[in-house]
């Protein structure tokens, strides 16, 4: 099966050069969900990038019959930041212009709906492919007010042009994955929303985060708080509904780096998920193997993060993946002091039991810098 390949400018720069996306559209002869992928949001976060190359080649392998739908695939989604260097060092987590993260500019259609409740009682007898239709219709119409600020002769900061058109291409996805790395060293896992704990399990990884609270319009956050803001409101009403929308940050290895397991992982994580879903089907997977597999689920307030008391050089930091004990030794600074006193070495302890699950890069911070975090 061959895709459709879009090629979407995004961004015309001084020199005159054009900065563009391309979409990989694979569509199957029969209809069914619509899944969007897409890597590399963050511009250090690049692994992603490599699973979705491996995906593209194992999509042209799969005959048109078996695809149930239609898998859009964005790698390399933000230019700007894979673009970006500091001497050797691809940061691009930020627009340093308008000084946003980059996963923190996108609409939301949550905080712009006027009446939900008013809504869900419209819709509270409908079937629920009516309701899903009748909500989409919505958050498109309120959608397509932006276009309209764009295209004024006043136009809009960057990142709102940047967020209209991946929105665009994922607003009315069934199923949405974000594919992501740590900014410093990680570990493989993934985010997930509520009451999708089950399906977060297709994706074979050892462990998951469930976003108990929000860092605000995240592109995951972005794309499903509206549905699921919907249910909790009909669930109030009386009604127990669960719409068929998921959204999924994967989190895979380091930054700067694509790690082969980090991509093995991700790979397969994605291709079990999507066999599972019934979008593909008929490819000769074995999926039983994983049947017992077990995964273990986190809170997102369970996170704790450690930062440097003072400034120094980090050593004897426990190991990335490593399972700690409240009181365990976690690392120690060695601190230069500019008082006419000979180093000294710190010792920092675990305040809570728990799994290393990211370490930063960098073993030289200074004070109130990130250095190690724990769930």
Known sequence: MLPIIETIPLRQMASGDILSLQVYKFTGVNTGKKVYIQSNLHGAEIAGNAVIYQLVEFLLTVDATDLVGEIWLVPVCNPMGTNERAHNFASGRYCV??????????????????????????????????????????????????????????CVPYTQKFRYILQSLSLDADYLIDLHSSSNQGLNYLYYFYNREESAKLFWLDFGILLNEYDGDAFDEAFIKPWLALEKCLQQLGRDIQFEIEAWTLELGTGMQIIPDAVMEG????????????????????????KNRKMFFKNRSDVRKYYAPAGGMIQSRIKLGSLVKTGDRIYQIICFNKSGNLPKVIDIFAEVDGLVYDTSINQSVNEGEFVIGII
């Open 267 to 290: 790979v397969r994580g994605v291709k079990n998920y999507l066999i599972s879903k019934g979008v593909l089907r008929n490819t000769g997977l074995l999926l039983e193997e994983q």
């Open 97 to 154: 212009y308008e000084a946003k993260d980059w996963n923190r500019i996108f609409w939301d259609y949550e905080k712009e709906a006027d009446d939900l409740t008013a809504f869900a009682k419209s819709q509270f007898p409908l079937n629920i492919e009516v309701v899903r239709q009748n909500y989409l219709t919505i958050i498109k119409k309120e959608f397509a007010k932006l276009l309209e600020k764009i295209n004024c002769s006043s």
